[in-house]
C-alpha cells in the first residue's frame, strides 16, 4: 500500500527578546532550548519575521556556551536587528504520513 508523505512547516516557540545592554547584547527569556545552530526566526509587532544570523549566547559570566537552557540568564548578539519584545522562534519540519 503506498503512503504519502508530506512536510508540514511548523513552528517551535523558543523565548523573548529582552532589554538590550550597552554592549550591544541583548537578554533573552529562555522557554525552550536554544543552540546557535538552530535555525531561528524573531518574530514582532513590526515584521513577520526575520532569520537569524551570526547568533551567540553567553552565560551570566559572559562566556559564550553552545545552548540557552530554560531557567538560566543568558545574552546573545547576533547581526540581525532586534527589538525587545521580539519573539524566538524555531522552524520545526513534522513528516506527516497518510494513506490516499
Excluded: M
Excluded at 6 to 31: A, M, P
Excluded at 36 to 63: A, Q, S
Excluded at 71 to 76: F, P, Q, S
Amino acid at each position: 500500500e503506498p503512503t504519502t508523505k508530506t512536510y508540514e512547516r511548523q513552528y517551535e516557540f523558543l523565548g523573548s527578546i529582552g532589554k538590550e545592554q550597552d554592549n550591544g547584547r541583548w537578554e533573552i527569556d529562555v522557554k525552550n532550548q536554544i543552540k546557535p545552530t538552530d535555525e531561528i526566526e524573531f518574530i514582532g509587532p513590526d515584521l513577520l519575521y526575520i532569520k537569524c544570523e551570526n547568533l551567540k549566547i553567553f552565560d551570566v559570566n559572559g562566556l559564550e556556551v553552545k545552548k540557552a537552557d530554560h531557567g538560566k540568564e543568558y545574552t546573545i548578539t547576533t547581526s540581525t536587528p532586534l527589538k525587545e519584545s521580539y519573539i524566538i522562534r524555531k522552524k520545526v519540519e513534522k513528516a506527516t504520513s497518510y494513506a490516499p
